[in-house]
T-cell receptor
Framework: EAGVVQSPRYKIIEKKQPVAFWCNPISGHNTLYWYRQNLGQGPELLIRYENEEAVDDSQLPKDRFSAERLKGVDSTLKIQPAELGDSAVYLC???????????FGSGTRLTVV | RKEVEQDPGPFNVPEGATVAFNCTYSNSASQSFFWYRQDCRKEPKLLMSVYSSGNEDGRFTAQLNRASQYISLLIRDSKLSDSATYLCVVNNAGKSTFGDGTTLTVKP
């Protein structure tokens, strides 16, 4: 079984530029999450989807971040414009339900210069 | 105060040692609990769920104390390959909150 697939693995952009990350969850996993992880810290939830519906986006900085999950499968997370403080690892995860453990993708390491 | 707190360590132990990590959480309504393992520059991976009655998986034992609002992870007979950061996760109504992790280094 394929795991959670994310791309790209690495991205370096200049501040004020846009950037997008893509995630393909495990087949059959209805719940999809985007997390951000800074060095030395645990992952912090940005947004959670149940199928195509965003059920928790309270931690998403909506002035510059947006996400979508069309057809309840793949998802994209976008930042526009990027700021220096956005440098982090962006992790996508999926799970069978809200109360089971997650499977994470390998993440996208973003560096904003 | 953070919702989920862990001692960051690092814990440096010799091979074969027994080591225990604790994690406290602030929301008494939390419903499910997990331990994840994260290797350097890798994604977190689910190690085990934590059940109310406590549970064991080989050398790993997880305990939950709802009254005191903490969970623990015990590793027996530590191996070099156990070196990693261990993340505590607390779930409430579908929202999982991660601790910042405890770093373990097992030395020969």
């Amino acid at each position: 079984e394929a795991g959670v697939v994310q791309s790209p693995r690495y991205k370096i952009i200049e501040k004020k530029q846009p950037v997008a990350f893509w995630c393909n969850p495990i087949s059959g996993h209805n719940t999809l999450y985007w997390y951000r992880q800074n060095l030395g810290q645990g992952p912090e939830l940005l947004i959670r989807y149940e199928n195509e519906e965003a059920v928790d986006d309270s931690q998403l900085p909506k002035d510059r971040f947006s996400a979508e999950r069309l057809k309840g499968v793949d998802s994209t997370l976008k930042i526009q414009p990027a700021e220096l403080g956005d440098s982090a690892v962006y992790l996508c995860a999926s799970s069978l339900s809200q109360t089971t453990g997650y499977t994470f993708g390998s993440g996208t390491r973003l560096t904003v210069v | 105060r953070k919702e989920v707190e862990q001692d960051p360590g690092p814990f440096n132990v010799p091979e074969g040692a027994t080591v225990a990590f604790n994690c406290t959480y602030s929301n008494s309504a939390s419903q499910s609990f997990f331990w994840y393992r994260q290797d350097c520059r890798k994604e977190p991976k689910l190690l085990m769920s934590v059940y109310s009655s406590g549970n064991e998986d080989g050398r790993f034992t997880a305990q939950l104390n709802r009254a005191s609002q903490y969970i623990s992870l015990l590793i027996r007979d530590s191996k070099l390959s156990d070196s990693a950061t261990y993340l505590c996760v607390v779930n409430n109504a579908g929202k999982s909150t991660f601790g910042d992790g405890t770093t373990l280094t097992v030395k020969p």
